[in-house]
């Protein structure tokens, strides 16, 4: 029991520092390209689909799922490439 308990907490805390590291790249304007944020995106969604069985009964697991729905929502944003993107001059 007490592996498990060890397992799940390198589990949780990898999920934590990768959504960590997602939104300091993003913050830094690191995904221009909106086909990488799209594929980032999977990615989230792929790591909340693994940690949702979880939810239930984890409250860092709850935690993680939020902060991961967020991240693709942010991530997800036309917004903030449009903002990048100067116009043409012609």
Do not use: C
């Amino acid at each position: 029991m007490a592996a498990e308990a060890t397992q799940f907490d390198k589990v949780i805390t990898f999920f934590d520092r990768e959504f960590d590291r997602v939104q300091r790249k993003l913050q830094a304007g690191f995904l221009d390209s909106y086909r990488e944020r799209v594929q980032l995106s999977q990615q989230i969604n792929d790591a909340l689909h693994l940690l949702s069985p979880y939810v239930r009964s984890e409250w860092r697991a709850r935690d993680l799922v939020r902060k991961g729905e967020d991240h693709k929502r942010d991530i997800l944003s036309v917004r903030d490439i449009h903002k990048k993107k100067r116009p043409r001059l012609t």
